[in-house]
């Protein structure tokens, strides 16, 4: 069964959400990216499984010239990500690389190991701000032509009622929004280092986007700025 859910979100920008339950249990989603950059090329954050229908409507939108991943634990597919697009720059996280099992995979930069100024050639449409001081070292991607906040486990906004559109719906019980005391305690339970937290999280704070396009959870179409700052108060305030 094809349960991936395929959708323009917005001009030049495509996602690919399925179900996805951390540790088998928890229903959080999973979701993929696409971007056409105003040169033509493709940036992907791939997060999901390389379908069929995923790559064919990938290829429909020009080359493939980036792959990122988002952060440490967002790396399951990057393998075959690199396989079906070997002339695309893989861009990840240093930190990934403790937890890869699959040593073919090869990176042409690296967050947290390369110096904090590094532009890796899709700047002048996608901005990023990795989060040294995030457990997982997440990276926050904005895209600037339309306004969206790209994210994996910086901000959740569950249930994830379209990743599991195409199943069961009483998986749908989990519930965690940006604007919840829950969250904010997630989010805090998860600093490693606090000043570095309060900066990354104003600096995106700073940014322009109205849509956040979680991994996890529904996008987020309009105030995505208030929901960041909703759940990054204890950080901004």
């Not at 940006?178 to 940014?207: C, F, Y």
């Not at 322009?208 to 950080?235: L, M, Q, S, T």
Request: hydrophobic share 40%.
């Amino acid at each position: 069964m094809n349960d991936t859910v395929i959708r323009e979100v917005t001009k030049d920008v495509w996602t690919f959400s399925r179900p996805f339950a951390r540790y088998g249990i928890l229903p959080m989603g999973g979701r993929s990216t696409a971007v056409k950059l105003s040169d033509g090329n493709v940036w992907v954050l791939a997060s999901t499984p390389l379908t069929a229908e995923t790559k064919s409507k990938i290829d429909e939108l020009g080359r493939v010239k980036y792959i990122v991943n988002a952060d440490a634990v967002h790396y399951l597919y990057l393998a075959e990500f690199q396989r079906a697009y070997p002339d695309a720059k893989l861009i990840g996280v240093a930190d990934t690389l403790k937890r890869l099992s699959d040593r073919t995979i090869r990176f042409d930069g690296l967050w947290g190991r390369d110096p904090p100024s590094t532009e890796y050639g899709f700047e002048n449409d996608i901005k990023h701000c990795h989060f040294s001081g995030f457990r997982n070292k997440d990276v926050a991607f904005l895209h600037v032509a339309s306004k969206s906040l790209i994210e994996a486990d910086l901000l959740l906004n569950l249930p994830a009622k379209e990743q599991y559109s195409k199943c069961s719906s009483w998986i749908l019980q989990a519930t965690l929004k940006p604007n919840s005391w829950t969250h904010q305690k997630v989010l805090q339970g998860l600093v490693i280092d606090m000043e570095a937290m309060k900066r990354d999280a104003r600096k995106v704070a700073s940014w322009d986007f109205e849509r956040i396009i979680p991994c996890h959870g529904d996008v987020i179409e309009r105030d995505g700025n208030k929901a960041w700052r909703d759940a990054y108060k204890f950080f901004i305030d």
